[in-house]
């Protein structure tokens, strides 16, 4: 199979996508809000909550594609990718309360560590690797 880890990865994000969604849709039903937030603080923090994972996700999603593309799986990719998940679960959960919490710090921390250590990942993947260069055509010949 191509792509196990960043697979399973896009299907638990997609998964954790819709549980966020799902999360303001009870609310705007309960509270019969069609557009926007309809003035409910707790409606506005998990729309944020929701957007926020879509800002972030996209790109953490083709750091871990690249990645195991170049590499292959390993356990660390299967472990970031499940840490990533816990963080942003921890993220929603922390964006319910009216004030600062750990839970929303520890998911946007980890969240932003998980993406630099694949960001220095894939640069030093990128300037590090050696290559093999194809001979061309022509000049193998003359060898």
Request: charged share 15%.
């Amino acid at each position: 199979m191509a792509l196990p880890i960043t697979l399973t990865f896009a299907a638990a994000c997609a998964l954790l996508n819709l549980w966020l969604a799902i999360r303001c849709v009870r609310l705007r039903a309960k509270d019969k809000v069609l557009h926007g937030d309809g003035g409910s603080g707790l409606l506005a923090r998990r729309m944020r909550a929701q957007a926020n994972f879509i800002e972030y996700t996209p790109i953490v999603l083709i750091l871990f594609a690249l990645v195991e593309l170049a590499v292959g799986g390993s356990l660390w990719l299967s472990i970031a990718a499940l840490v990533y998940v816990l963080a942003r679960v921890s993220h929603g959960f922390g964006m319910d309360a009216d004030k600062p919490t750990v839970w929303r710090a520890v998911g946007a921390l980890v969240t932003w560590l998980v993406m630099v250590g694949l960001a220095i990942t894939a640069l030093t993947i990128a300037y590090t690797a050696t290559r093999e260069m194809p001979v061309p055509p022509a000049l193998a010949a003359q060898v």
